[in-house]
């Protein structure tokens, strides 16, 4: 716990811009919500104890799902691996709305961060924080403006897409030239190793295009997958309204 807070201590500046990206999301889902709340005459609190309990419990969970990673047969091992700890925040945004899914977006970065701490001074926390929220935000928005399958499956293709161009625009910009100053080397240096993968990798589009891309796309589509399969059984319980 002091290493952590000595972490924070000297990313001062960065972890302020975190915590504004976070403010953001929330604020984002908030007002969406508000005005879809308001539009339908619906008058339930936007965080009552049953969802706060259930919140708690899918961040719990993502952070279990984050722990076990998979490496990708198309992309560097050391770089990228797939994880499935957007899973809950998608069923709790689906059942809940936004704000569900980007609080449990949240309390997961937050217990991974306490429990095992940061190797990337915060910078791989931010990543998987704001990517995961640019395809639960947009999903779990759509849908909770209309709930039905063909809208649940409209709401995953368009966050698919989305995370696939938040992810792949992140990491050329800002994520890849990061790491590679963080660890003493060029970007050139993380091109050779998706190289060594693919050899039509050449250059910063070509690893962008060849292996960030598909990554997010693999990753938004199969938790877009699992949660069309199995929401509408676990939406009565979650919602308490399962008749015995």
């Known amino acids: 716990m002091n290493n952590l807070f ?76 797939l994880d499935f700890s957007e ?10 709305g936004p704000v569900a899914g980007i609080m449990i977006e949240f309390i997961k970065i937050l217990l991974k961060t306490v429990i095992k701490g940061t ?23 759509i849908y909770r403006i209309k709930k039905n399958k063909i809208s649940a499956i409209i709401s995953c293709i368009v966050g698919t897409i989305v995370i696939t161009i938040v992810g792949s625009t992140f990491n050329a910009t800002y994520l890849l030239p990061t790491f590679a100053k963080m660890f003493g080397m060029e970007v050139d240096a993380i091109i050779s190793m998706g190289t ?28 877009s997958v699992i949660t069309l399969l199995i929401y509408k059984p676990l939406s009565p319980i979650l919602k308490g309204t399962r008749t015995k």
Do not use: W
């Not at 007002?31 to 879809?36: N, R, T």
């Not at 899973?87 to 709790?92: H, S």
């Open 196 to 223: 060594a993968v693919n050899s039509h990798v050449n250059s910063l589009s070509d690893f962008i295009i060849l292996i960030v891309a598909p990554v997010n796309i693999l990753k938004g589509t199969m938790v």
């Open 6 to 81: 000595s972490q924070i201590a000297e990313n001062a500046v960065f972890v302020l811009v975190f915590a504004g990206v976070i403010i953001l999301m929330f604020l984002i889902a908030y007002v969406v919500e508000k005005l879809v709340k308001k539009k339908n005459g619906d008058t339930e609190r936007i965080l009552s104890t049953r969802k706060i309990v259930i919140i708690g419990m899918f961040s719990a969970l993502s952070t279990v799902l984050m722990l076990f990673e998979f490496p990708v047969p198309f992309a560097p091992p050391g770089i990228y691996k």
């Open 87 to 96: 899973l809950p925040a998608l069923i709790g945004g689906f059942a809940f």
């Open 119 to 141: 190797s990337t001074a915060f910078v791989g926390e931010l990543a998987n924080f704001f990517v995961g929220c640019s395809f639960v935000l947009p999903a779990t928005i």
